[in-house]
C-alpha cells in the first residue's frame, strides 16, 4: 500500500467521526436513458450538502495532530483561522470551526447566493465572521490572504493543499468499496479548482488503474481544460460566476500538477443554460436538487460518446446540493431558452387601433405570451414591443417567424443576447 492510499484511509477514518459515507445510488432513469448504469455518488448529502466537508476536516485534523502536546499547540488554539469560497468550502469550514471550537472567517464574493450565506453562518455559530469581498472567488480568495498576512491567521484553501486534496480522496475510496468488486468502468468529476479531481485521480490510479477519468467544467470557467492545452496552469480573463461553486478562474497549483498528463480533450464544458435543464429535470422526475456544480457531471452525460460508456458502470459525482430556491425562476427561464421554447423579441408595429389584434391572430394555438412591454410614443407612425413567447414546441418558432415575414412585421430575435438577457431574467 502507498503511503498516499493509507492517508487516505486514516482520513477517511478520522471523517466517520462526522459523518458516515455518502450513497452510491444507482439511478435508473439515467442508466435508461444512456444504456448504462448510471451510480449518482450523492455528495450533496453530506451534513454541509456538499464534499468540501472532507477536505476541511481532514486539514484541521491533520493540524491539531501536528500541534498536539508541542509548543505549537498553544499557538494553534489560539490562533484565527480563514479560508475563501463561493460557498460550499465555507459551509464545510464553518462546520468544521464549530466541531473543533476555533475562531473562523469566511471570505466570500458578494455574488454568492444568500442561501450558502446563511448557511455557513449557522454552521458555524458563534465561531465564524462572514466577509463578502468582491464578485468573483478569485477576488475574495486574494483578500483572504491579505487578511491572513495583516491578521497573522491560518489559512485553510479551498483546494490547492495537499491535506486538502487528501480529504477528498475518500470519495474515490468509498466508491470502490460501495461498488463491492464491481468495476469501476468510467467515473465523471467537476471540476473548479481542482481538489477533488486530484485526490481521487490520484487515489483510484492504484485502486482502479483501469478506470476511464471525465472531468467537467462549466462553458464559462474553462480553467483546467486552457490550461492543459497550454502545458501550464492559465488565469482566465473572465469567468462566468453562475455555476458558482466551480467557477474558478485559475486552477490549483498541487492540483495542475497532479492532473497535467491528462489530455485536455478529456475535459468536458457544460452549456449552462443546459445545466439549468438538468436541473429541472433531476428535480422534476428525479426529486434531487443539485445546485449547478452538483449537476455538471450529470449534464455531460449527453456529451459523451454513446458506445464507450453503453453497459459499463459509470458514476458520476454530484458534488453539491446547495441550492437557492429564490434562484429557480432564473434555472427554469434558462432552461426554456436552451430547449428553444421560450423566445424573446423586439417588434416594430404601427402605431394604430387594431394593430396588436392583427398580431395577436397570427399566434398558433400553442404558443403563450409571457411578457409584453410598449409604450406608445406619440408623434410616430411605429413603435417597438419587447415580447416573451413560450411555446410547447420549437418548431413553433419557425412558424411564427414566417409570418412576421409574410405580414412585413419587422423583429429581432434577442433570446441570446446575453447582455439583455440578463437584464430581462
Not at 59 to 76: I, N, P, R, V, W
Not at 225 to 231: F, H, I, P, T, V
Not at 277 to 303: F, K, R
Not at 330 to 353: C, D
Request: proline fraction near 5%.
Amino acid at each position: 500500500m502507498t503511503a498516499f492510499k493509507g492517508s487516505v484511509q486514516k482520513a477517511r477514518q478520522n471523517i466517520s467521526t462526522v459523518f458516515s459515507e455518502t450513497p452510491l445510488q444507482h439511478n435508473r432513469f439515467l442508466s435508461d436513458k444512456y444504456d448504462c448504469n448510471v451510480y449518482l455518488k450523492r455528495e450533496d448529502l453530506t451534513p454541509v450538502r456538499s464534499y468540501k466537508i472532507r477536505g476541511a476536516f481532514n486539514f484541521f485534523s491533520k493540524a491539531l495532530e501536528k500541534g498536539h502536546g508541542t509548543a505549537k499547540d498553544q499557538q494553534f488554539a489560539e490562533q484565527q483561522f480563514v479560508c475563501a469560497s463561493a460557498g460550499n468550502h465555507a459551509q464545510g469550514f464553518a462546520y468544521t470551526c464549530n466541531h473543533f471550537k476555533k475562531r473562523g472567517t469566511v471570505f466570500m464574493p458578494t455574488t454568492t447566493p444568500q442561501q450558502k450565506i446563511h448557511k455557513t453562518r449557522a454552521f458555524g455559530g458563534a465561531y465564524i465572521d462572514v466577509k463578502l469581498v468582491g464578485d468573483i472567488f478569485d477576488e475574495a480568495y486574494e483578500a483572504a490572504h491579505r487578511f491572513t498576512d495583516e491578521e497573522g491567521a491560518f489559512m485553510v484553501p479551498p483546494f490547492d493543499h495537499p491535506d486538502i486534496i487528501e480529504g477528498q480522496a475518500t470519495i474515490g475510496l468509498e466508491i470502490m468499496n460501495q461498488l463491492g468488486g464491481e468495476p469501476l468502468d468510467t467515473l465523471i468529476m467537476p471540476t473548479g479548482g481542482g481538489g477533488l479531481a486530484a485526490g481521487v485521480t490520484r487515489y483510484l490510479k492504484e485502486a482502479s488503474p483501469a478506470t476511464d477519468f471525465w472531468f467537467v467544467e462549466p462553458e464559462g470557467a474553462p480553467s483546467l481544460k486552457e490550461s492543459l492545452a497550454a502545458g501550464e496552469r492559465i488565469k482566465l480573463d473572465s469567468v462566468d460566476n453562475f455555476v458558482d461553486g466551480a467557477a474558478v478562474a485559475l486552477i490549483g497549483e498541487h492540483n495542475f500538477e497532479a492532473l497535467k498528463d491528462f489530455p485536455a480533450d478529456r475535459v468536458l464544458l457544460a452549456p449552462e443554460d443546459r445545466l439549468c435543464a438538468t436541473m429541472i429535470t433531476m428535480l422534476n422526475i428525479e426529486g434531487v436538487v443539485l445546485e449547478p456544480a452538483g449537476a455538471l457531471t450529470i449534464d455531460i452525460l449527453q456529451s459523451l460518446d454513446p458506445e464507450s460508456i453503453r453497459g459499463k458502470n459509470v458514476v458520476c459525482v454530484t458534488s453539491g446540493g446547495n441550492f437557492d430556491f429564490e434562484r429557480l425562476p432564473e434555472v427554469k427561464e434558462r432552461a426554456l431558452r436552451h430547449a428553444g421554447l421560450k423566445k424573446y423579441f423586439i417588434l416594430r408595429m404601427p402605431q394604430r387601433p387594431g394593430a396588436l389584434k392583427d398580431f395577436l391572430f397570427l399566434l398558433g394555438d400553442e404558443d403563450d405570451i409571457s411578457r409584453f412591454e410598449y409604450l406608445k410614443k406619440s408623434a410616430r407612425n411605429f413603435g417597438s414591443i419587447l415580447i416573451g413567447i413560450e411555446t410547447k414546441n420549437p418548431k413553433n418558432f419557425d412558424t411564427l417567424m414566417e409570418k412576421f415575414h409574410e405580414n412585413g412585421i419587422k423583429f429581432q430575435d434577442i433570446t441570446n443576447n446575453e447582455i439583455l438577457a440578463n437584464f430581462l431574467i
